[in-house]
Structure formats: structure tokens, C-alpha cells
């Protein structure tokens, strides 16, 4: 829940501006529902991509306050992030709420960009990777080859999130292997080496180098960072240089 609509297409121009040249590395911005329009106009003819923070996952109806999937349509969004932390535990978020949110959005053509993570006390009480089953399993339930392909999953460490503390290179590449596994068992190696999988807990220029060369992380999902268009730019040319190798 940061910047207005005059902020959101500042801060785009900005980054469309300084960042360019990209062959290896795809940026998704997703700002406000409010200024999802306006900053849709701001990358039309770029390639530069637009998401949504989060819907419904019904198509109409009483739902006051709530977005749905063709809303995000008719602004073109390409993307949609599902069981953010703070959805989970801020907004009480159900393990199947987030697979009905799921769903919809590849009935509808968006990719969903998947969340799963454990708390402080979870990890604290070595119940990191039961955790990741449990979510991973409970939104993929009865997702076929043919929809997981349209996916993608980001690990973020609830306890990570906005607190400036990230998980070391070496428990963010362990969470990562471990999502492949999964996807791996549910459906076959091959698709799980291509699934994107991405990081996202206090990644900043300074860690981002060493986060990416750890091994089966693909890329961020950039939080407080990503306020900064030179901080932001930082991590994506991070992200860049290492692909480039």
C-alpha cells in the first residue's frame, strides 16, 4: 500500500528510463489497484510487464471493496500475486481461499505468482519444509501439467519480510530445492526445472548478487526496495549480469 497514482507513473517513467537493454532478465510491476491503469499506459510498447497485488476469486457479485480477475483483465494485467504473507496472516487468508484465488486466475489468463513461507516460530521449530508442502500442496491440488506451466512460485520467509533480516543464500537455495522436489513429485523433473522460482524477503542491492548466485533461485519478488528506482534497478541488473554468464 504505497504510492498514489502521480507516484506510481513517476516512479515507472523513472525506471523505464534508467533501465533498459534487458535481454535475460523480465520485470513485473505491480503496483495499487488505483493506478494499475495509468501505469499500464506508462508501459505500453515496453517489456516491461503489469501484475495485480491480489483478487477475488469470484467474477462478480456482493463483494464490496473486493477486484476480480476480469477487472485485472480490462487493465491488462498479465499477472497476479496469490497468498502474500501479509494476505495469510494479516488478512487471515485460508490455505483454500488461496487455491479458489488460484483457479480463477488461470481460468482466466492471468499467471499467478504463488506464495508460500514460514513464520519465525515455524522455522524456529525446524517445520520449514512441512510448512512448504503444506501450502505448496494445498494451492496446487488438482492444478494440471498443462496450468502449473502457466505458474510461477515465490519462497518468501514470513520473518524475512520488511524486517531488513533475509534468509541466508544457503536457507533460501535449501526452500527453493525443496519446491522443486514438489513440483518434481506432482509433475515431472523437467517441469520443475523450468518452473520460475522466485525469493522475496528484505532482498536489497547489497544481497541480491549473492542471493542469485546461491543456486534454483530465478529471480525476486522485491518489497520495500522496490519503492527506490535506483534501489530496484540495483537488483534487476543483478539478476541480469548473473544470466548473462
Avoid at 230 to 240: G, R
Amino acid at each position: 500500500m504505497n504510492k498514489d497514482i502521480p507516484e506510481s507513473v513517476a516512479f515507472t517513467k523513472d525506471l523505464l528510463a534508467k533501465l533498459s537493454n534487458l535481454t535475460q532478465t523480465l520485470v513485473i510491476l505491480c503496483p495499487p489497484f488505483t493506478s494499475l491503469i495509468k501505469v499500464s499506459e506508462a508501459l505500453n510498447s515496453t517489456e516491461v510487464e503489469l501484475g495485480a497485488q491480489n483478487m477475488h476469486f469470484q467474477s462478480s457479485g456482493a463483494f464490496t471493496g473486493e477486484i476480480s480477475a476480469a477487472m485485472l483483465n480490462s487493465a491488462n494485467c498479465q499477472y497476479v500475486i496469490l497468498g502474500h504473507s501479509e494476505r495469510r496472516h494479516v488478512f487471515n487468508e485460508s490455505d483454500e481461499l488461496i487455491h479458489q484465488k488460484l483457479n480463477t486466475a488461470l481460468a482466466s489468463g492471468l499467471t499467478p505468482i504463488l506464495c508460500i513461507g514460514e513464520t519465525l516460530a515455524e522455522r524456529q521449530a525446524g517445520s520449514t519444509l512441512e510448512v512448504l508442502r503444506k501450502q505448496y500442496s494445498a494451492a496446487f491440488k488438482d492444478i494440471s501439467v498443462t496450468q502449473f506451466q502457466n505458474c510461477i512460485v515465490a519462497y518468501e520467509p514470513v520473518w524475512a519480510i520488511g524486517t531488513g533480516v533475509n534468509a541466508t543464500p544457503q536457507q533460501a537455495s535449501e526452500a527453493h530445492r525443496e519446491v522443486r522436489r514438489l513440483i518434481a513429485d506432482q509433475y515431472d523433473q523437467e517441469l520443475a526445472q523450468r518452473t520460475k522460482i522466485l525469493y522475496g524477503g528484505s532482498v536489497k542491492p547489497g544481497n541480491a548478487k549473492e542471493l542469485i548466485e546461491a543456486g534454483d533461485i530465478d529471480g525476486f519478488l522485491v518489497g520495500g526496495a522496490s519503492l527506490i528506482a535506483e534501489q530496484f534497478i540495483a537488483i534487476v541488473k543483478s539478476i541480469e549480469e548473473y544470466a548473462e554468464r
